[in-house]
């Protein structure tokens, strides 16, 4: 796997740099940083005096503590890129030319999720947990917790009542189900509130995988974790199906599935 962070020197892209190598190093993999300058911001800059110079002098600055952050983080196969132009349109090119598999980058540059050839992870950003009225194990909410403090982001609730299996004599049903998954949002958004983890709760009603990507484009995205497989068909676990299968636009948001047992 080839790993790219977009760096540009801020506390966030440290962030995503440092969770970046982390997971570089949990598998076998290649991290590709990218640090570009942007000189068009000084085309006819006359209000300071060797304005361009200076920025150049902190570019280089930048560049070298991200030269030992990955000195720092031992034995990573790494290398660092350091180009100049549109910082956006710079990430995009290399990322196509390195056949990139992931981008992690800090918000300054999440417009470049909607055109990136492979997904993009904000850092720090949201991640989007989709749930409904099943219990979620405690495997899942320790992941949830980790993922959350290792990329600095909040946790979205995603709670989906699926409508369209119920029809207009089961309302009671619907109720049940919609009374049910919003008490199994408060369980874990209290669980995760006490791993001072923050944690926001949406209810939406629909198919799975659209309330989903109707989530997932109104927020900066670090991941989307959720629930696939397991003994019980559900329907998200069939959402998982869909959204991971590459057809539906899901391509642009990180997507980890959790195992249910």
Not at 6 to 14: H, I, P, Q, R, T
Not at 78 to 102: F, H, K, M, T
Not at 110 to 139: E, F, H, W, Y
Request: glycine share 6%; proline share 6%; hydrophobic share 40%.
């Amino acid at each position: 796997m080839k790993v790219m962070v977009a760096y540009d020197g801020s506390l966030n892209s440290k962030t995503a740099l440092k969770y970046a190598i982390q997971k570089v190093k949990q598998g076998i993999g290649e991290l590709v940083v990218l640090h570009v300058f942007d000189r068009s911001l000084f085309i006819d800059y006359d209000a300071v005096p060797g304005a361009e110079q200076m920025a150049r002098i902190e570019s280089a600055r930048y560049v070298e503590d991200a030269r030992r952050i990955l000195e720092g983080a031992g034995n990573t196969k790494s290398r660092i890129i350091v180009e100049e132009g549109d910082p956006a349109e710079e990430i995009l090119r290399l990322a196509n030319a390195e056949s990139v598999d992931i981008i992690f980058s800090p918000p300054r540059y999440r417009s470049i999720a909607k055109r990136a050839p492979c997904p993009v992870s904000i850092i720090p950003g949201n991640i989007v947990v989709p749930l409904d009225n099943t219990d979620v194990p405690a495997v899942t909410l320790d992941l949830i917790s980790d993922e959350a403090k290792a990329t600095d982001s909040k946790v979205i609730l995603l709670g989906i009542v699926p409508i369209h299996i119920y029809n207009k004599w089961e309302k009671k049903e619907l109720e049940t189900i919609k009374r049910e998954t919003s008490v199994l949002m408060k369980r874990v958004k209290k669980n995760l509130n006490e791993r001072k983890v923050e944690t926001k709760e949406i209810i939406h009603s629909g198919y799975p995988d659209e309330e989903i990507l109707r989530v997932a484009d109104q927020y900066p995205v670090s991941m989307i974790i959720m629930p696939t497989g397991g003994n019980v068909p559900s329907e998200l676990s069939k959402a998982a199906a869909i959204l991971s299968d590459g057809e539906s636009g899901i391509t642009n948001k990180p997507l980890v599935l959790v195992h249910s047992a």
